[in-house]
């Protein structure tokens, strides 16, 4: 029996983009929800897999946007919450303001599918106590907002090697930036507790030891300098998952199905000069690769094995 993989697809959509870009066109919210999902629901029926998709509670809440959100629910594909303005102070934001933005994007994703999301992910891989115990108040089942690197404890390798401190101090901050333990330990999915109960955090998984990205928009950078080194990275990444025996969570973006000519004004994004028929046909072939290799599964799923 193959082990189990889950998939992810986080909706951003193309005012996202262009808000992080600093084009003023994106107050008028653009969405290319209507060109992203039929490709989206095409390949995964051929693949004849279930994933989670996050959806941005803004997106929810418009009309223009329900059919192609309500197809995604419709297909048999769960529904997480992925904040509702999709702004990174989310997790740094105080308890009653994150409520406020979690339960808002909840509401506006019930309301539109008829689906109460039970998970999160929120915008920029970052977490707070406050969050997490927001997601609990809400009746969630798991965080999935972490994104695994070596990058907090080198931080702090690079600190107490130029700060002068006591043995005290040090032990004091030996958990300063994210403790290598925890990197060593968390890349696979462990629950959490928090105030008010428990719940599953399941991280974006990186490559088990290097812990280097090994989600798609990645493979499509490596793939663009060589198809060949790209496909072993995987294969390999995947290999040491089963090794380790850490279940993969992978995660796919909307730019992983769009080509240039769908979207111009973002064509300043890597991989935008390519034509659509070009980038769909590099995300199906990794797809493929792990449903080759595991079983894929959803996010509620993965949250309850
Ligand atoms: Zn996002």
Redesign the pocket.
Known sequence: MKPQASLSL?L?NQW?YLKIHGDPEWESYPSYLDIVVPRVLAMLRALETRITVFVVGADAARPENHESIAALAAAGHTLGN?SFH?EPWVAHAEEALVYDELARAHDAIAAATGIEPRGFRG?GFATSPALLDTLVRLGYHYDASRLPTFIGPLARWYYFRSARLSPEERALRRDLFGSWRDVLQRNGSHRITTRYGSLVEIPVTTMPGARVPIHFSYLHYLDRISPQVAERYFATALRLCALTRTRPSLLLHPLDFLGGEDVPSLRFFPGMDLHASEKLAITERYVRMLADRFTIITMEEHACA
């Open positions: 986080d951003d996202s992925h999709h915008p």
